[in-house]
Structure formats: structure tokens, C-alpha cells
């Protein structure tokens, strides 16, 4: 009879990844101990509780706990199967930091026994994973370690990046496909076994490099295509055309689809992943840098745009709507909008009202400026100048009815049926006068 032994997790790092990767895996039957250096944070997920919004994790949390599956704690314990989800920045000058996932090997190291799988989930350079291994080594020189013996290894060493959207955590995180880097092939077979278990879309193995490669190329990939999108809208700001209109017309192509233009990109994934791959390669690299920069500089292009149409309207008050990085989430770290908020807020004072529904209060950036937070009844009886930072739908869901008359500035294209842009804006403004 085949022994289908449960294997004990032991989950680093309790953030917007490791939390709900913890909370999956214990769903899935296996006892979970989540490690996280905030003692606030433990504390919380041991009271069934949670320290971060996504949909439908409070609930998961809350179970889990409840059965005994998931606890948290500050200390690494002794598991079978070791998942590294700690946050990897960079620095001023883009390189990447991986001191964290470093700091996590070494505690592994105190605990780890032979028959293990250390498994690393941070987005990390290329080269982290044998890095990982070759620390691995050097503090337990009792095991033997893959890639080094040319005996079985005693443990195994993978990379398997997440690769879930915000706001969709817990359905990416059992429906996407994965890859699964080993640095042997004996080691991708360890940790597929292992992400079988809860992953229902297909797990495809490679080497742990070209998994760590693969992360990084997927958000290279779309901060280039976002670059293509916000450098269009500067063009067409310059040719007096309306972006939308020629993306609307340009995906009609079968194999065109553009995406969409904003005031930049925001978010802890997509504006950083592709330094990794420029510092890695900075030479071969300018594409990726150059939309790094295009997508940074949309941001300055837009409070540019903005400021104008503020100056040139003294008398108008000015709504600013949303400060989130992207559409429905209440997340406001690293988001373009709240930079073009700031900004405004700071040159214009009191003119400047907040429209967030994902807000309670306007967040401490906003402190002595004078802008206020105010709903949207009040937005759209009061504002006369309307800036769409961001495409929730509670924005989107607004009428023309009730924008008739405004002055907007659709940083997001959501309102196809207003005139749009400065130009037309302004023409409107002409006639009016
Ligand atoms: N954005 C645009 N125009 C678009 C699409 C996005 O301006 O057409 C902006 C958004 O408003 C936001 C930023 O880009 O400011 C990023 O948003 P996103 O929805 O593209 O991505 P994230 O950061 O929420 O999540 C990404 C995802 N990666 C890809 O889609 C390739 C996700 O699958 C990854 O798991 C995540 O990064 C991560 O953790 O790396």
C-alpha cells in the first residue's frame, strides 16, 4: 500500500503571499507553522485573524486556525517541506536585496533534516536559488547537498515562483499553472510532489535559474506592453489625439491588444521585477530600462498635464479619484495616483478634494495640504474639474448624467462616452465662455 504521508510546513514570511500560501496548504491537509518577525503580526493570524485585505482570506484564516492546521509563530520549527515567501527590495541604485530570503536559509539551516525541501517563492535574481544552496552547504556541511554530492542528496533545493494578482490571491493561487525550478531534476520532482497537493493548475518543472528568469520576464513583460500603452497616450497628447480612441480601434486588429494607459505603474511586482533582469544584464537590457523609465516618467507627464488644467481654471474645484495602485483594492503603497494626489494637493491646497471609497481618512501624505476626502454625491455636486487616477468601478459605474458639464481629465479611460482630454475639455470651456 502507497504511504501518503501529510508532509509539516513551515511557511517564512506571512505577507500578501506567504499568508495565504500558508493558509492553502493547511487547507489542503498539512500542518502549517507560518514564521514571521512581527510578533503584532503572529499574534493576530493566532487569534484566527488577519493583517492584510484580500478576498475571502479572513474566512480561510479564521478556519484553519480554528482546526489546528495553521499557527504562527516568530521562531523556524522543524518541518518536512520549507517555503520561503520574504520580501526581496532593492536598492537606490535598482540592485536587488536578498538579504531576507538569506536571513531565512540560515534559519533552515538550524532545523533542517535529511528528507527536507526547501523551497524558495520570493521573486529573486537570477542565481538566488544556488546562492541559497551553496549557504545551505556551507552551514550544514553534515548533509549532503544537491548539486554538490554526487551522492543522493540528503535535501532538496527549488525555486517556484508565485505568480497570483492582488484581489485574486486565493483562486490564482490554486488555478494558475506553475514552475517549479529544481537545482536537480530530483529536486523539481520533490517539490512538485509537494505543490500537487494544493495547486490545481499544471505544475511544470525546469531548472531553479530559468524558474527564477521565468518570474521576472513575466512582469518585464507587461510593464513593457504598459509602456507602450502610457508612451501612446503621451504621443497622442502631443498630436491633440484621443488615446482611447486609437487603442480602441488599433485592438481591433486580430493580433493587436494594447493594454491600457494610466498615470504609471504601481504596485510592489511590476515596477521592481524588471531592475532584477537590468541589473542582471545591463547591457543587454535597455528595452526593459527604457520602459521602467517611460512608465516612472508617465507619472510626471500627468501631474504636468493635471497642474495646467488646474492653473488654467482658478476658479475650479478639483476632484481627485482614487489613490489606490490599481482598480477595487484598498492597497495605496507604491501607487501612481496617490503621487498625482500628493502632488496636486501640495501645489493647490484646498482646491484639491480626495474621492477614495476605499479610504476611512486621507492617508498622513495628505497631512497640512488642505485637501479633504469627501464621497462621490458630494464629488460630483461640487468638483468641477473630475481626474480619474484609477479605474475602480465605483467610478466607472458614474453616468453622464452626472458628469455633464465637468471638466475631466480621464487619466484611466472609464468614461468612453465624455469628450475627453485637455483639448476637448478646453474647447468645451471655449464654448461655454
Ligand atoms: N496597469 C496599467 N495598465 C494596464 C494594466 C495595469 O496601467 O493595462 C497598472 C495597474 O494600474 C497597476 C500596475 O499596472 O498600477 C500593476 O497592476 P497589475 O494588475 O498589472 O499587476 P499586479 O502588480 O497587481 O500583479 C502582477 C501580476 N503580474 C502579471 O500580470 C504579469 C501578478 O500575476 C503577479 O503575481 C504579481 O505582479 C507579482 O506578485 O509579481
Redesign the pocket.
Given at each position: 500500500m502507497l504511504v501518503d504521508k501529510k508532509p509539516d510546513v513551515c511557511v517564512l514570511g506571512l505577507g500578501?503571499?506567504g499568508l495565504p500560501t500558508a493558509a492553502v496548504i493547511a487547507r489542503s491537509g498539512c500542518r502549517v507553522v507560518g514564521v514571521d518577525v512581527n510578533q503584532i503580526v503572529v499574534d493576530t493570524i493566532n487569534r484566527g485573524e488577519i493583517h492584510i485585505e484580500e478576498v475571502d482570506l479572513d474566512g480561510l484564516v479564521q478556519g484553519v486556525v480554528a482546526r489546528q492546521m495553521l499557527r504562527a509563530s516568530t521562531m523556524v520549527e522543524k518541518a518536512d517541506v520549507f517555503v520561503i515567501a520574504v520580501p526581496t527590495p532593492f536598492d537606490d541604485a535598482h540592485a536587488p536585496d536578498i538579504t531576507y530570503v538569506l536571513d531565512a536559509a540560515t534559519n533552515i539551516a538550524a532545523v533542517v533534516k535529511p528528507g527536507d525541501t526547501v523551497i524558495i517563492e520570493s521573486?529573486s535574481p537570477v542565481g538566488t536559488t544556488d546562492q541559497v544552496r551553496d549557504l545551505l552547504a556551507k552551514l550544514r556541511p553534515d548533509l549532503k547537498i544537491p548539486g554538490i554530492t554526487g551522492e543522493t542528496p540528503d535535501i532538496a533545493i527549488a525555486y517556484c515562483?508565485?505568480?497570483?494578482?492582488?484581489?485574486r490571491i486565493l483562486e490564482?493561487l490554486t488555478n494558475?499553472d506553475r514552475s517549479i525550478g529544481g537545482i536537480t531534476p530530483r529536486c523539481a520532482r520533490k517539490a512538485l510532489t509537494f505543490y500537487k497537493r494544493f495547486v490545481r493548475g499544471e505544475c511544470v518543472t525546469t531548472d531553479a535559474r530559468s524558474a527564477e528568469m521565468t518570474?521576472l520576464v513575466?512582469?518585464a513583460?507587461?510593464?513593457v506592453?504598459?509602456a507602450f500603452?502610457?508612451e501612446l497616450s503621451i504621443i497622442s497628447d502631443h498630436m491633440g489625439l484621443d488615446v482611447w480612441e486609437v487603442i480602441r480601434l488599433a485592438n481591433r486588429h486580430p493580433r493587436v491588444n494594447i493594454?491600457?494607459?494610466?498615470?504609471?505603474?504601481?504596485?510592489?511586482?511590476?515596477?521592481?521585477?524588471p531592475w532584477f533582469i537590468v541589473h542582471g544584464a545591463p547591457a543587454q537590457s535597455p528595452l526593459i530600462r527604457t520602459a521602467r523609465n517611460v512608465?516612472d516618467g508617465?507619472v510626471d507627464h500627468v501631474i504636468a498635464k493635471a497642474t495646467q488644467m488646474i492653473a488654467d481654471n482658478p476658479t475650479f474645484k478639483v476632484g481627485c479619484m482614487g489613490l489606490a495602485?490599481?482598480?477595487n483594492?484598498d492597497d495605496f503603497r507604491?501607487?501612481?495616483?496617490m503621487k498625482v494626489a500628493v502632488e496636486l494637493a501640495t501645489k493647490f491646497g484646498s482646491r484639491i478634494s480626495i474621492i477614495e471609497p476605499y479610504a476611512a481618512r486621507l492617508p498622513a501624505e495628505f497631512d497640512g495640504s488642505g485637501a479633504d476626502l469627501i464621497d462621490l454625491d458630494t464629488a460630483l455636486l461640487e468638483c468641477d474639474i473630475l481626474i480619474t487616477l484609477?479605474?475602480h468601478d465605483a467610478f466607472k459605474a458614474i453616468p453622464l448624467a452626472e458628469r455633464v458639464g465637468k471638466t475631466v481629465y480621464d487619466v484611466?479611460g472609464i468614461w468612453p462616452d465624455q469628450p475627453r482630454g485637455m483639448r476637448r475639455a478646453t474647447d468645451r470651456l471655449k464654448l461655454a465662455s
Open positions: 500578501y503571499i521573486t515562483p508565485e505568480r497570483v494578482l492582488p484581489g490564482e494558475n518570474k513575466e512582469n513583460f507587461r510593464d506592453n504598459i500603452a502610457n493594454l491600457q494607459p494610466g498615470p504609471g505603474v504601481g504596485g510592489h511586482c511590476i515596477a521592481v521585477d512608465n508617465k495602485f490599481k482598480a483594492i507604491e501607487s501612481p495616483a484609477v479605474d484611466r
